[in-house]
């Protein structure tokens, strides 16, 4: 695990590069990353989240300032500026029940090819998936999802990398830590080793590759 | 009584002693208020928490604890947290008793379309898709009618969430239950007669001899 200021994690990024970033309508979503995204201005992102939240917070601020190419979510009903990107054919969006996008990227980082949901079936999910049939029943395949960077927002990082997350701030956060080719970390609490115990570790120091210092 | 408050009342009396249950937005929310207090039930946000409590009073609001419409709540005595893989496993694993949905239509042999208008409105299903296909029990609590035109029809013109047939419908007129592929009605709201009911509704609606009336 490296320490890094936020302006050096974002300049990692590549312009085209697939980011899956922590947070439920902006809850737990690491925002001084996504301001420095803004601020450098990385373009053609394809974003992995849950939802986009609302224009000018989270993941709407990188929506708004139009550097997303497509998006990968759940749920995009409470920003209007991600719908009219939509509409207008500027944002390519990919619309995943909730459930089976959490469960495909915890498959990417745990190895797995995809999983089989029965979620989405006779739906408008369906369409282009293959069906499986296990012991009688019906499942859709879906593929597991990685990212380039995840981005993740915790609550306390010790100074070797481990977190800890806090109330519903927690939601996508340590999964998508086990599924990002590079996992860059914001925390509200960076505190001395031992202060997490054992026990209240969430995500594993060595699964961590840098920790945003503080400024 | 207004419309919204007839539903969530008498949903509210489908809870028993400890079940896990997963309220949607809108009116399905309104029905952790008339939980009866005799009992304990634990409400589910599906961002993370079992346990979800009333929203706090004003200035005591934590920016991490919210609901799944982000909205600021409060953890009970006995609450938990976990990520949303853990919480899908719940939703989607048969862990819940059951869910309270909004919806836009129903079909006579339950299939809920409650996600999109095309052309319309695409806000994304978040976890509609997922409640409705693994709760134990899929509540709809919806109004009968919108700007006059029924909601409760015999096939579902908007696009289904679940293969899974939901198991009752409760609208400020009556309560309707699913079995079989058939549309029972189970209960009319005071005031309301069964005639009215089945004018009200499109789908095709089994009543047999005197409906009884909602115990509110």
């Known amino acids: 695990m490296q320490t890094v200021s936020v302006e050096q994690s974002v300049a990692m990024i590549p312009d085209g590069a697939t980011l899956m970033i922590g947070g439920f309508m902006a809850v737990g979503t690491p925002e001084r990353v996504i301001d420095e995204i803004v601020r450098q201005k990385k373009r053609d992102l394809t974003l992995i989240a849950n939802d986009t939240a609302v224009p000018g917070r989270g993941v709407g601020k990188i929506i708004g300032a139009k550097l997303a190419r497509k998006i990968i979510v759940s749920h995009i009903g409470l920003n209007p500026e991600t719908q009219r990107q939509m509409m207008a054919g500027e944002l390519e969006v990919e619309l995943t029940p909730q459930g089976t996008l959490v469960e495909c990227i915890r498959a990417g980082g745990y190895g797995l090819g995809g999983i089989l949901t029965p979620t989405g079936l006779g739906t408008t999910v369906e369409d282009r998936k293959q069906k499986v049939e296990v012991n009688g029943k019906s499942y859709l395949l879906e593929a597991a999802l990685r990212a380039n960077f995840a981005l993740v927002q915790a609550f306390l990082a010790d100074y070797l990398g481990n977190l800890s997350y806090a109330l519903t701030a927690r ?3 340590p999964v998508m830590a086990m599924a990002g080719d590079t996992v860059i970390v914001s925390a509200d609490n960076i505190v001395p080793v031992g202060v997490i115990s054992p026990d209240h570790v969430v995500t594993p120091a060595p699964i961590v590759d840098y920790l945003i210092s503080n400024s | 009584m207004e419309p919204q408050v007839v539903i969530a009342r008498r949903i509210a009396q489908e809870l028993s002693e400890g079940m896990l249950v997963n309220l949607g937005i809108g009116i399905p929310t309104l029905v952790a208020k008339y939980v009866p207090k005799d009992i304990h039930v634990f409400f589910q946000s599906e961002n993370g928490l079992i346990g979800t409590g009333a929203p706090p009073e004003e200035g005591m609001m934590h920016p991490t604890l919210t609901d799944a419409g982000g909205r600021p709540v ?14 899908f496993g719940l939703i989607r694993g048969g862990h819940v008793d059951l869910t309270v949905l909004g ?22 299903m978040g976890g509609a898709m997922d409640l409705v296909t693994g709760a134990k029990r899929v509540i709809v609590a919806m109004q009968h009618t919108a700007k006059g035109v029924t909601k409760i029809v015999r096939k579902c013109r908007l696009p289904v969430t679940s293969l899974r047939p939901i198991e009752m419908v ?45 115990a509110l």
Do not use: C, H
């Open chain 1, 171 to 173: 939601n996508f956060n």
């Open chain 2, 74 to 87: 409060t953890a009970l005595p006995g609450a938990s947290t976990f990520d949303s893989a853990m919480s």
């Open chain 2, 103 to 124: 919806g836009l239509q129903v079909d006579q042999e339950g299939y809920l379309a409650n996600w999109m208008i095309p052309g319309k409105m695409v806000p994304g």
């Open chain 2, 170 to 214: 409760v609208t400020e007129m009556a309560v309707i239950a699913f079995r079989n592929g058939r549309a029972m009605l189970v209960e009319t709201a005071p005031g309301v007669s069964a005639a009215q009911v089945v004018a009200a509704t499109e789908a095709e609606l089994t009543v047999s001899g005197q409906v009884p009336v909602m």
